[in-house]
């Protein structure tokens, strides 16, 4: 069942399903990115292909190598090739990241759904058959809620836990903590994304961004079958500030507020000093008051303008138009084509 964890999930999943939709039967398009994945590869798209026959005859499984350096492409190629299931394979030219791999996908998926699905098994292949039923049932997308962070480090948890927290207090779309890109999505939510023109994709605020009637599915996700996680602290990190920094201006005003409140204080500061000199009279005390000042306020100046840079960088990178990712090579022989 679609259980609400959070508020925000609460939010995303009305308590009472919408009414069924007419639906088409489906055809169900698996994007599934890959990054050094050889030892995962081959288990999984044929498990993949045994979890998915049960719901629908008609599917492909949309393969995408994000510039892996092991022999992911020699075992996508030789599937795509020779194994007889319904297989796309897109090599992308280099590494472009795990959400530009997802945008790849999701752009070349012909299904009337389309389903993101990690290729390490943490991902449980016994939730398509409830993520199907929610979908007929009038859901537009149905996403994994990671139930339990138990098998993380503490850093990363308390980490992603702060994220969250600081993301919601500034963006308004709001964008429900642990969910991640294992996702049932409609056809009309993939063309919204396909819509969406930016190249810097922070898929998880895009998803919200989007809208539609979603239901959450909570999971414990498995550990990795084979193979090592691509996402390092530092990766995490850099992500997590991507997210931020397209989903909220919040960092921006939190200094447009500081920089008033110290103009105000310094105004107090400087009054101050008038009155006492004139009541007083002058003396030159007070140099390591104003040295520590100094380095202070230079401090707080530098700051900002590092965090403005960071939004001047990403505009940057956005009106260069360059794409955010680059085909290498489409081997395909999905059964699936593109309908009107
Ligand atoms: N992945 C990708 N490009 C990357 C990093 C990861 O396509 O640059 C894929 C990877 O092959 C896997 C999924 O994204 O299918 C999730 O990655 P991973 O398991 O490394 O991350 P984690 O589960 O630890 O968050
Ligand atoms: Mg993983």
């Not at 081959?42 to 979890?51: G, P, S």
């Not at 599917?59 to 092991?70: A, K, L, P, Q, T």
Request: aromatic share 8%; proline share 7%.
């Amino acid at each position: 069942s679609a259980l609400p964890c959070s508020d925000y999930h609460a939010a995303f999943a009305p308590a009472a399903p919408p009414p069924p939709l007419p639906r088409a039967p489906l055809r169900l398009s698996c994007v599934v990115p890959a990054h050094n994945e050889e030892a995962n590869l081959e288990r999984f798209v044929r498990a993949l292909a045994q979890a998915v026959q049960p719901l629908t005859a008609e599917f492909e499984i949309i393969i995408v190598n994000d510039g892996s350096r092991d022999a992911t492409h020699e075992v996508a190629l030789r599937l795509a090739q020779g194994s007889g299931l319904p297989l796309r394979y897109i090599a992308l030219s280099r590494n472009f990241g795990k959400e530009a791999a997802l945008t790849a996908g999701i752009d070349h998926a012909r299904g009337n759904a389309v389903l993101l699905i990690d290729a390490d098994f943490q991902h449980p292949l016994d939730l398509l058959p409830q993520m199907h039923q929610l979908w007929l049932a009038g859901f537009d997308m149905v996403y994994g809620v990671i139930a339990d962070r138990g098998g993380e480090s503490g850093t990363k948890r308390v980490g992603t836990g702060l994220f969250y927290r600081v993301l919601n207090a500034g963006s308004h779309v709001k964008v429900p903590p642990n969910a991640g890109d294992f996702r049932w999505m409609d056809r009309r939510v993939a063309d919204a994304l396909k819509a969406l023109p930016e190249r810097q994709r922070f898929m998880k605020g895009l998803y919200a961004w989007v809208g539609f009637k979603s239901a959450a599915l909570p999971f414990v996700p498995a550990d990795r079958a084979a193979g090592q996680s691509s996402f390092n602290l530092r990766r995490l990190g850099s992500l997590a500030l991507l997210g931020l920094i397209s989903f909220t201006t919040l960092p921006l005003r939190l200094w447009s507020v500081m920089g008033s409140v110290i103009a105000l204080i310094a105004l107090a500061y400087g009054l101050l000093i008038v009155l006492d000199t004139l009541l007083f009279g002058a003396d030159l005390e007070g140099w390591p008051t104003l040295a520590a000042a100094i380095m202070l306020f230079s401090g707080v100046q530098l700051m900002s303008i590092g965090i403005l840079g960071e939004y001047i960088g990403r505009i940057y990178d956005e009106v260069k138009q360059r794409p955010a990712y680059l085909v290498a090579r489409d081997e395909d022989h999905s059964p699936l084509r593109e309908r009107p």
